[in-house]
Each structure stands twice: as structure tokens, then as C-alpha cells.
């Protein structure tokens, strides 16, 4: 999937408007966080780089912030990965993300942590990303719904909006 594709298809899933998010992605191309194509073939955007857009719309610091929003937060530390790496695998991967036992939390702040919960063989695994604060620090906390990830990652697959909204059972 392109680059402006992915945009449209985040904001329309995370309700953030695409002429916000097509800046906050322009200012991670300048700074070397997700690729710039300069004509056809465009290339892909990899799992790491929708992760990466993903996570400035959520935690949207602001336009000059954006480069350093998303290594503040995706280079956030769990058990054996970053949120990031984390975020782009179960991306990959939809059925890790049923829309019912899944999500991101993430407590944005001083100091900033993450919650991300998955599905595996094995049930349902939160993992938390950052340190804990001994007393909540946070500014406001941001939470994107199992069913925002599963649709993303779905569409990122290959399914049309329309087919997701039918598996989900709810409108486009």
C-alpha cells in the first residue's frame, strides 16, 4: 500500500483529519522516518513506517515535534521489544488483533508509557511499553480500539473497506 493511501486509511479509522496526518507524515519523510518517493514505481510503505504514522496521529505533539513524537513513543521498551516493532508486527498480522480482546493504550506525558494488547495461540497479552509511573503523570491518555487495529491491519492486507465493515458488522 502507497504512502497517501495508508494516510487516507489511518485517518478515516482513527477519526483524525487526513490534511492533519499528510503533514505530520511530510515532517517524518524530512526527517527520514518513512521513505520519499520521487516517482513511479512507489514503493510500499514497510509495517515499521504505517506504525511510525500511526503513532504521530495518536500522540500528535504538534508539526515540529512529529520526528521526535515518534521516537519518544515507539522507542518506548517492553519485555522483548519496542512499541514500535511491536505495533508493526501486529499490524501484520490481523488475527492477532480481534477487534474485541485488542487495543493501544497509550498515556502520553512526562513520562509516557503504553499499553498494547494482542491475541496470541495462547489468549489475550497485554504488554507494557515504557516504565510505570509511581504516580500518573500524564497529560491525556489515547486509546485505539480493537477494532481500529483489526480494520487497519486487514486493509493493509488486501481487504476493501466494505468487506471489513461486513466482518465487523458496521458501517465504512
Keep these: 500500500m502507497r504512502k497517501s493511501q495508508v494516510v487516507d486509511l489511518l485517518a478515516r479509522r482513527l477519526g483524525v483529519r487526513a490534511t492533519r496526518l499528510t503533514s505530520l507524515t511530510q515532517r517524518l519523510a524530512d526527517a527520514g522516518l518513512v521513505h520519499v518517493s520521487s516517482g513511479p514505481p ?8 504505517v506504525a511510525r504514522i500511526l503513532l504521530v496521529a ?5 508539526l515540529a515535534a512529529a520526528p521526535a513524537t515518534v521516537e519518544r513513543y515507539g522507542q518506548l521498551r517492553g519485555r522483548s521489544s519496542t512499541l514500535e516493532a511491536a505495533l508493526a508486527h501486529a499490524l501484520a498480522r490481523p488475527e492477532a488483533l480481534p477487534p474485541a480482546r485488542s ?6 506525558g512526562d513520562q509516557p508509557y503504553a499499553v498494547l494488547t494482542t491475541v496470541s495461540a495462547d489468549g489475550a497479552l497485554s504488554n507494557v511499553f515504557g516504565d510505570l509511573p509511581a504516580v500518573e503523570t500524564v497529560d ?3 486509546t485505539v480500539s480493537g477494532g481500529a487495529l483489526f480494520a487497519i491491519a486487514q486493509e493493509i492486507g488486501g481487504m476493501s473497506a466494505a468487506e ?6 458496521s458501517a465504512i
Design 140 to 142: 491525556r491518555i489515547v
Design 164 to 169: 471489513v465493515a461486513a466482518l465487523l458488522g
Design 42 to 49: 512507489y514503493a510500499d510503505v514497510t509495517p515499521t513506517e
Design 58 to 62: 495518536v500522540a500528535d505533539e504538534g
Design 103 to 108: 487495543g493501544l493504550e497509550l498515556h502520553v
